[in-house]
């Protein structure tokens, strides 16, 4: 039996995949948490909530670098951890620090922070000949406007420090670019309570498809576990509306995706001890890298992988935090596609009724592997990032990639019974 040390999470699906993971693989872990009551907040109905399964709950500032390895190394002193891990992107840099500093598995400090800074993986890979947009990054209005006339619009605009989608926009002209350096700079502190860096990532418009490429890496060694493809809703934002796995691309895609994503880990050194999620772009002078997540995918893609091959991501992400070798051999699962649906409120307002017309349960049908959608009551928000999602739902397809068309046809059904006020 290991000892994980778990510095925070997300409130989402993976709050709970993690601690199953470590549970089924027979390890156990300790939570170190700035906000207990961040996750007492969101916790799960009709389920136990995550946190009951952990040997230990403490709270320390786990924002304050300078104060928490000195506090890591004295618990580890006193309950001897035998890996570290988050499944927070914020706390990534976090942890490869922490795994440094106790001389445990992971990968370096410095591949991990260049992949949680959008400007820094695009200065790695350009160093490194990989192709990609032409991108400037700038704190000042006056360089941003003369940078964005440079790389010419439209264009898209990032923080260089957020996820989720968060404040990712197309801004079309000078106008639209000051809204949207005007929305950014008023939030200067992220979800966790640090502070944001002003600077802003601009970037070249790219055309085409978008794909994920899922990966293990351990041993020095990147595995290809598959291509997951990705619905986009419309613009000025990019939320996530939907994914299926495998991806139904040619097998020249494919290889043109994974070789790409191959190149970005190397260049970032990326590989070992890490399960990464690499954004791609299959546009028409080629692939090129959205941006590089050093930990498993998000929005249930780990359950779509899972589902279709038998692969475990979660349970991939604990073994390399802990130096092992990760299972990735394939099950015949039955399934030869899955695929989620996010329904993506398009104003504000409260919701007042969803269902489907017809009156049937969907978890019924046929094919349906999960569902998942708000209660009435709630709060809603015009979708404007991959955080303000009303539910989801996902379906297998046994025969091939059908399992797309599947959740297109029941979300329909879901938005015709859709009543915000």
């Known amino acids: 039996m290991a000892h994980l040390l778990v510095v925070e999470s997300w409130v989402g699906s993976m709050s709970r995949l993690l601690p199953r993971a470590i549970r089924e693989g027979g390890h156990e872990f300790t939570f170190l948490t700035r906000d207990l009551h961040h996750y007492l907040r969101s916790a799960p109905e009709g389920a136990?909530?995550?946190?009951?399964?952990?040997?230990?709950?403490?709270?320390?500032?786990?924002n304050d670098l300078d104060a928490l390895l000195p506090e890591v190394?004295?618990?580890?002193?006193?309950?001897?951890?035998?890996?570290?891990?988050?499944?927070?992107?914020?706390?990534?840099?976090?942890v490869a620090r922490i795994a440094g500093r106790l001389g445990l598995p992971g990968p370096g400090r410095e591949a991990v922070e260049n992949a949680c800074r959008k400007d820094a993986t695009r200065r790695?890979?350009?160093?490194?000949?990989?192709?990609?947009?032409?991108?400037?990054?700038?704190?000042?209005?006056?360089?941003?406007?003369r940078a964005a006339k440079g790389i010419g619009y439209p264009l898209v605009v990032k923080p260089v420090d957020l996820c989720a989608g968060m404040f990712v926009r197309r801004v079309d002209d000078e106008g639209q670019l000051a809204d949207a350096v005007r929305a950014l700079s008023a939030f200067p502190v992220n979800a966790r309570g640090q502070r944001r860096t002003p600077a802003v990532l601009l970037e070249e418009l790219l055309d085409g498809p978008e794909v994920s490429v899922e990966t293990v890496s351990y041993e020095g060694a990147?595995?290809?576990?598959?291509v997951t493809d990705k619905s986009i809703g419309a613009a000025p934002a990019f939320v996530e509306t939907g994914h299926m796995f495998p991806a139904a691309l040619s097998l020249a895609d494919i290889e043109a995706a994974e070789q790409t994503t191959l190149g970005a880990l190397k260049a970032l050194g990326l590989t070992d001890g890490v399960v990464a999620h690499t954004e791609i772009k299959l546009t028409s002078a080629g692939p090129r890298v959205v941006e590089v997540n050093p930990r498993p995918a998000g929005n249930r893609i780990t359950e779509l992988v899972r589902h279709v091959t038998g692969i475990d991501l979660a349970a991939a992400?604990?073994?390399?935090?802990?130096?092992?070798?990760?299972?990735?051999r394939r099950t015949d699962t039955g399934l030869r596609s899955a695929a989620i649906g996010f329904l993506v409120p398009e104003r504000a307002g409260t919701l007042e009724a969803l269902e489907v017309l017809?009156?049937?349960?969907?978890?019924?049908?046929?094919?349906v592997l999960e569902v998942q959608l708000a209660e009435p009551g709630k709060?809603?928000?015009?979708?404007?990032?991959?955080?303000?999602?009303l539910g989801h739902v996902m379906t297998g397809d046994p025969d091939g990639p059908g399992a797309r068309d599947r959740v297109e046809g029941l979300l329909a059904g879901l938005r015709a019974g859709l009543v915000i006020r």
């Open 73 to 94: 190394e004295r618990l580890h002193s006193v309950l001897g951890f035998d890996g570290v891990i988050t499944s927070c992107d914020y706390y990534l840099p976090t």
């Open 222 to 226: 990147v595995h290809m576990v598959g």
């Open 379 to 389: 709060v809603v928000k015009a979708a404007g990032s991959n955080n303000e999602y």
């Open 317 to 328: 992400c604990v073994d390399v935090a802990l130096g092992r070798r990760p299972d990735l």
């Open 48 to 62: 136990a909530h995550p946190l009951l399964g952990a040997r230990n709950v403490i709270t320390t500032d786990t």
């Open 124 to 145: 790695v890979l350009a160093d490194a000949g990989l192709p990609g947009p032409r991108f400037a990054v700038h704190e000042e209005w006056a360089d941003l406007a």
């Open 358 to 367: 017809d009156g049937h349960q969907l978890t019924d049908l046929p094919g």
